[in-house]
């Protein structure tokens, strides 16, 4: 089934790849096709290892099909100096290196492999909404330009010459962001990990992962694969296949909407530099435009009966008012998508089993971190113990009372915008 967002309507088309068949061996087993599952595909490929990549759906119809498009080199919510808390050292320092380095690498690979995905290295911007969140601006350039990050701090003026909106305090910008059209990337992943040797399989849910002497065998409908390692790379999609896995994270259901294409005048008021922009609202505000000159924007819904349906009419209207454009625009397209949260905002890799590693929770930033995190799990693939890669391992660890837990960012919106609205100056709009 393919999703009705924006990207799978505007993305190269790519042949269905045929469901796996019969009994397969491999070196290398990866369960998801996600920007996750394909960057590992390619580089293990790349490597020389023997790779089968089954895939419950399509290609990239989990939240690599279904997010914004905005390539952001850092985490969310968490400095270089809290990783450096969280983690200790060495395996914070490959971790910052690994994220640090992120963006340059998908670039690069689009380069590379001459994918067509509408890629713009135009920079990320993170306004600031208020004094406090203008605070943390400054010591976030500190700590990122420590590891020589292209990061600028912007006053407000600059700013507002980079979005065209008025009404921030200042902010930032990691020059080596930018966006693409995700769907359009991870078909061209999917393309060149094919060239380099892989065997993706659409239609091929693993329905069981079964140890055999040093290796795993994993069930699918139509056949069997017998691989030496497996990764799994089912994000939020992790289900019920890896015990305690889906446990281990909060899923988190996100709202995109993209307007029908706007007039010129529009797109030369806004974002001139083709940046995308995420702004440091609890409610974060993001916009960003695609190739066709339509608005994107995003949002999370309040746990409330009949929430949900409102949102895209809510955030389309939230946009409007924000970019301060003339009317409503056409809502041409809305979509949602799960993304996994951590209680640290870090990235997972887990080894709950010998030659088992699941890589998930990128916290809404993962179109850098996954294609950087696949790199790193291709190195495990090829030998390099677990304990050398980023991000760094950790245990498999329930979060307690998951099934209340789960909603408590739906829950706990209302109190994030009133925060924002009690932090905002009056000039900057909901
Ligand atoms: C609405 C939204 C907006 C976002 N915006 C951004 C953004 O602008 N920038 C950014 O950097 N990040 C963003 N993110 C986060 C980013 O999209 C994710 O971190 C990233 O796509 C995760 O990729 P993945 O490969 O790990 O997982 P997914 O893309 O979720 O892929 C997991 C795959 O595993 C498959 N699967 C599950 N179980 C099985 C099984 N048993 N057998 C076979 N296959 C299975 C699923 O079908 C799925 O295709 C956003 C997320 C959402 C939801």
Redesign the pocket.
Known sequence: MTPATLWHATAPAMAPLPPLHGQVEADLLI????????STALHAAEAGLRVVL????SI?????????????PNFAKVDPDDVRAHRGEPRASRLLAMAAGSADLVFDLIRRHGIDCDALQSGWVQPSHSDAALGRARERVRQWQALNRPAEFLDAAAVEALTGVKGWRGGWIDRSGGVLN?VAYARGLARAATAAGAALHEA????ALTRTGTGWRATTPGGEVRAKRVVL???????Q?WPGLAQSFFP?????IATAPLPQSVRERLLPGGQ?VSDSRRNLF?FRFDAANRLIT?GMHILRPGAESRVPRRILARMAQMLDLPGTPPLAFSW?????VTPDFLPRVIEPAPGLLA??A?????????TAMGAELSRWASGTPADQIAPPQVALQAIPFHGLARMAPNVLLPFSILHDRSESPPDLRP
Not at 60 to 72: C, I, K, L, P, S
Request: net charge positive; hydrophobic share 45%.
């Open positions: 369960v998801g096709g996600g920007f996750t599952g394909l089954a895939e419950a759906e990239a119809y989990g939240a690599t099909g279904r997010n914004a498009g905005f390539v952001v995700p091929t849910p693993v329905t790379a089912t994000n939020a999609h992790a289900g296949l988190l259901r996100v709202f995109q995308c993001t995003g949602s998508g799960m993304a996994a890589a998930f990128c916290n809404g930033r993962g179109i850098a971190l996954t």
